[in-house]
């Protein structure tokens, strides 16, 4: 009698969320997260910007272990991924791992800017939620304390209206089921790396991070030889997730791993000038800004 009795319940319980999702459907219907096409309802982009977008999972899948540099198909019979490539093996880091998501272009390029601004904060936990995935998976056997995020300065959110890499960073905490811990702030306002040359990049964010009062002072067991995963959307030289990371081992952890969005593939050694790197998707970011702008004017 009570199986009879559950079974009914549980009948009642599936269709009442049966109607209650049809019903927000109508009322909201699910939107494409980036280009806002309408979409199935358990999709988050549409076929185009799925397409667009991931297109470089794969690839970047079978990077270098320690820089994310993507290295092309492993061997067959290879199950680890390299400790280290040409790419990284001159250079020293205060960072274990890199996990990259995405490679950074064309539509990723503008999906990461957007991602930064208040009205696009669903794009953002879209983003987190499918980089947490892939970041549980790589580090399956290796288990996370806590996640935090490269920390922006106070007036560089009040311009864009949100906490873009927080709320990417959240995200990843929740499908990973790790917390999230504000462990940082930014000192000063930081040029923006993108307009800088790789030695400049490393000179503009020399100390201009901090561990917040409550994590600073004594060993503290948040810090005190954990596993950090440090979040942030681009990696393009590493040189503000190297210093960030230098930051959060002088307080005492001991392995700090780095998930993002998207990495550059330009080479660190050549100087194709970040300008024009910059430059070359300059127009569609001038777009998401403005967008991004009606939309919280709007
Ligand atoms: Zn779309
Ligand atoms: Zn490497």
Known sequence: MATFLDEMLERCRSTARAATESVRDLAFPPCCRFCQRLVASNQDFCRSCRVGL????????CGCGRCGWPLGRMPAEETRLPTECPQCKDQSFHFDRVIPMWMYQG???DAVVAAKY???SSLADTLGRRLGGIVSERLAEDRVDAVTFVPS???RQLSRGG????????AVAKRMGTPCKSLLKATRRIAKQAWLDDASR??????????????????SPDL???????????FTTGATTNEVARVLRSGGVSKVSVAVVARSVRSAHSSPGPQRFQDATA??????RNRSRDARTG
């Not at 991931?54 to 899948?61: D, G, K, L, N």
């Not at 906490?163 to 959240?170: K, M, N, P, S, Y």
């Not at 964010?205 to 994590?215: C, G, H, N, P, Q």
């Open 54 to 61: 991931t297109a470089s999972e794969p690839q970047m899948r």
């Open 107 to 109: 539509m990723v390029c």
């Open 118 to 120: 208040f009205s696009q």
């Open 153 to 155: 300065h106070f007036t």
């Open 163 to 170: 906490i873009g890499v927080q709320t990417l960073a959240t």
């Open 202 to 219: 490393v000179h503009n964010v020399r100390d201009a991070f901090r561990l917040k009062k409550s994590y600073a002072f004594g060993s």
């Open 224 to 234: 005190c030889h954990r596993h950090i995963l440090l979040v942030d959307d681009v």
């Open 283 to 288: 127009p569609k970011r001038e777009r998401i």
